[in-house]
């Protein structure tokens, strides 16, 4: 089984930034997909990017485009979601999650198509 656990949320005001992190546990995860989705009180669960564990740079959601950025450091099994330029909109939980997919399929984006998940982070931001 694969463990994930978040970290990095917090309360920040509207314009700043947070690092989110996602620590996995295992050493080897060459076949993995990581993504990052987020879900608001009353809402489903959203995309917010996905990259994939061997390389590539990533996808992310049209409403993060040009401030969030996804990355990765193998070294540490360690998944990362920089939000910069953060609007009270972006107020939810935030989730790591992983999965595993044939080779050069599509980047998964439905919360469905992930079998791992983490617990989950608190991000708000004041206006």
């Known amino acids: 089984q694969v463990q994930l656990v978040e970290s990095g949320g917090g309360l920040v005001q509207a314009g700043g930034s947070l690092r989110l992190s996602c620590a996995a546990s295992?050493?080897?995860?060459?076949?993995?997909?990581m993504g990052w989705f987020r879900q608001a009180p009353g809402k489903e669960r959203e995309f917010v990017a996905t990259?994939?564990?061997?390389?590539?740079?990533?996808y992310h959601a049209d409403s993060v485009k040009g401030r969030f950025t996804i990355s990765r450091d193998n070294g540490k099994n360690t998944v990362y979601l920089q939000m910069n330029s953060l609007k009270p909109e972006d107020t939810a939980v935030y989730y790591c999650?992983?999965?595993?997919?044939?080779?050069?399929?599509?980047?998964?984006?439905?919360?469905?198509?992930?079998?791992?998940w983490g617990q989950g982070t608190q991000v708000t931001v004041s206006s």
């Open positions: 999650a992983c999965t595993t997919v044939t080779r050069w399929a599509p980047l998964p984006r439905e919360p469905h198509e992930y079998h791992y």
């Open positions: 295992g050493r080897t995860f060459s076949s993995y997909v």
């Open positions: 990259i994939r564990w061997s390389g590539g740079s990533g």
